[in-house]
């Protein structure tokens, strides 16, 4: 089973306050990804990466930024948290574009900003 | 942007019963569907995919496409408490990095 680990685990912090979430594969996977879940939203897409240095911005961006320094470890960074983004937040990887291929989901991150 | 609806959106079912799951996308561009199911406190987890039109089994769980409607159904047998989950479709289409997945059926086994 592919093994993707999201730190921390729960994350609290103030309005108006730097956060960065973390994420690492040992899959060997190029394709990364960070979602946002809320009820009645389901999984939504806030940016993803195809590989080392690249960045493509996913559907709900604003507020967010995000950087793959590794094949292996994809960060997502707010720098000016705002209670709207008390969320859940999951990072995934696949090996490739197939309609096929499978998307492995860390544990996720409860985020709250106060 | 295409959208994924999924119904009902709660679901209540009795030990040993049958849960049929509804999903709806918009996209004519599909490549496949996906289900995912998600325990509380755990991250999703793929259930089993789809594209060919009519079915498609693993174990308990059956996976029933129309290409035509755009329409996929979950149909889970003798569910289990261990079922209970966020069961969540998604869709894959031709040329696109991502998953868009659907706001989710909240399923309960009872006991």
Redesign the interface.
Known sequence: EAA?TQSPRNKVTVTGGNVTLSCRQTNSHN?M?W?RQDT??????IH?S?GAGNL?I??VPDGYKATRTTQEDFFLLLELASPSQTSLY?C?SRAG????E???????TRLTVL | QQKVQQSPESLSVPEGGMASLNCTSSDRNFQYFWWYRQHSGEGPKALMSIFSDGDKKEGRFTAHLNKASLHVSLHIRDSQPSDSALYFCAVSSSGSWQLIFGSGTQLTVMP
């Open positions: 993707v394709y990804y979602y009645g939203h389901g999984l939504r897409l993803y195809y493509q996913g559907d999951f995934a574009l197939g309609g096929g499978t998307l492995y989901f860390g544990s996720g």
